[in-house]
């Protein structure tokens, strides 16, 4: 079971950038997949979220409205459309799987290895 985050890099302030959360070992029809992000100076936090259908997303605060969490379960991938980004955007993004958890990091059960994002200003 393993999961691989990709698609990270260096973009500018305004600019945009698609993350991919592929698995291997496992379908993900049957989980919801949760986006996080993490830096030196702060924990781990929610991104955002999507069901197993796709019928349900969820994301925080900070990124609603320039974020998009999408799912090809044909294609065993989901994605993270980042639009809009800021400086304060810039972190290590990591996807995760359960079959039950949301919001909560410490619900997942399964995390792929995360994948930079940097943001100039």
């Known amino acids: 079971v393993q999961l691989q985050a990709s698609g990270g890099g260096l973009v500018q302030s305004g600019g945009s950038l698609r993350l991919s959360c592929a698995a291997s070992?496992?379908?993900?029809?049957?989980?919801?997949i949760g986006w996080f992000r993490q830096t030196l100076r702060t924990e781990r936090e929610f991104v955002a979220a999507?069901?197993?259908?796709?019928?349900?997303?969820y994301y925080a605060e900070t990124v609603k409205g320039r974020f998009t969490v999408s799912r090809d379960n044909a294609k065993n991938t989901v994605y993270l459309q980042m639009d809009s980004l800021k400086p304060e955007d810039t972190a290590v993004y990591y996807c995760?799987?359960?079959?039950?958890?949301?919001?909560?990091?410490?619900?997942?059960?399964?995390w792929g290895q995360g994948t930079l994002v940097t943001v100039s200003s």
């Open positions: 995760a799987a359960d079959r039950l958890a949301v919001e909560d990091s410490t619900m997942y059960n399964y």
């Open positions: 999507i069901t197993w259908s796709g019928a349900s997303t």
């Open positions: 070992g496992f379908t993900l029809d049957q989980f919801t």
